[in-house]
């Protein structure tokens, strides 16, 4: 035996870890939204909102609203599931100039809920948040909120956070948090994604965002002390420098 085959016994030592995609024993999804167009100069409110529910086997789905004066000014709010991972939002708003009076608005809100159980005592959760959001006027604003929470089934809150992107300008950014919660355990995963949109006369604006999120058991293999890989190390070699000793009595 050569000591230098004593380097891929000891890489076999070092410490190594595993991430597994964790799936929902159940989810359901929430698609809210509206658009106001008030369009004073004809003397008239036009409004247009939608709320659609469906679990994950009627994927993709999605719901809109969109208001047209007769001015030509439009308001355009969508929400949508591609999968049960993924949500989306757009909002859009065009003013036309001869609407001297009218203002308008529109929002939509994309909502995810899923059960899951862990694995191992320890769980990632993934989110690759994207927006894009564009506007042109004194007067037009955008708006993104991104929310997440994971409760266990005591209604214990284990993460909670909220994120605003309000401007113009593009943004990828990816989340990544890790919670302790016992294997076996189940809990709740609830998740928003909330767009809006305003603008008066002569504005325009428009905004898209996007949320891809998974969760995932992450599990550590036990390391040994930095001591005791050491000792490992010496004994292995001290054993094959007598060994190689012997063999050349022979």
């Known amino acids: 035996m050569k000591t ?9 030592l070092a410490p190594t870890a595993w991430a597994l ?42 719901g809109e609203s969109l208001a047209i004066s007769d001015s030509g000014s439009i308001a355009f709010a ?29 929002d ?17 959760l993934i989110l690759d948040f994207e ?15 991104l929310f997440f929470s994971i409760a266990n089934s005591n209604n214990d809150i284990l993460l909670m ?7 113009i300008g593009g943004l990828q950014q990816t989340i990544e948090r890790t919670f302790a919660l016992a294997t076996g355990m189940s809990a709740t995963l609830e998740l928003a994604l909330f767009s809006v949109t305003t603008s008066d006369f002569g504005g325009m604006a428009s905004q898209l965002a996007t949320v891809n999120f998974q969760l995932e058991t992450v599990a550590t293999q036990a390391v040994p002390e930095p001591s005791s890989l050491l000792l490992a190390g010496l004994g292995l070699w001290g054993i094959a420098v007598r060994r190689r000793d012997m063999l050349h009595r022979v």
């Open 161 to 167: 956070e909220n994120f605003a992107f309000p401007g």
């Open 78 to 106: 969508f929400a949508g599931a591609a999968d049960a991972g993924s949500l989306i939002t757009t909002t859009e708003i065009a003013m036309d100039l001869l609407g001297i009076d009218q203002f308008a608005s529109a």
């Open 131 to 145: 927006n894009i959001a564009t506007s042109a006027g004194a007067n037009a604003t955008t708006l993104t909120e």
């Open 4 to 12: 230098y085959l004593l380097i891929p016994v000891l890489a076999l």
């Open 108 to 124: 939509a809100t994309a909502q995810f809920s899923g059960n899951f159980t862990t694995l191992t005592g320890a769980t990632r």
């Open 21 to 62: 995609p964790l799936s929902f024993d159940n989810t359901l999804i929430n698609l809210v939204g509206g658009v106001n167009l008030d369009d004073r100069a004809n003397s008239a409110l036009l409004m247009n909102n939608f709320a659609e529910s469906n679990p994950p086997a009627n994927l993709p789905f999605s």
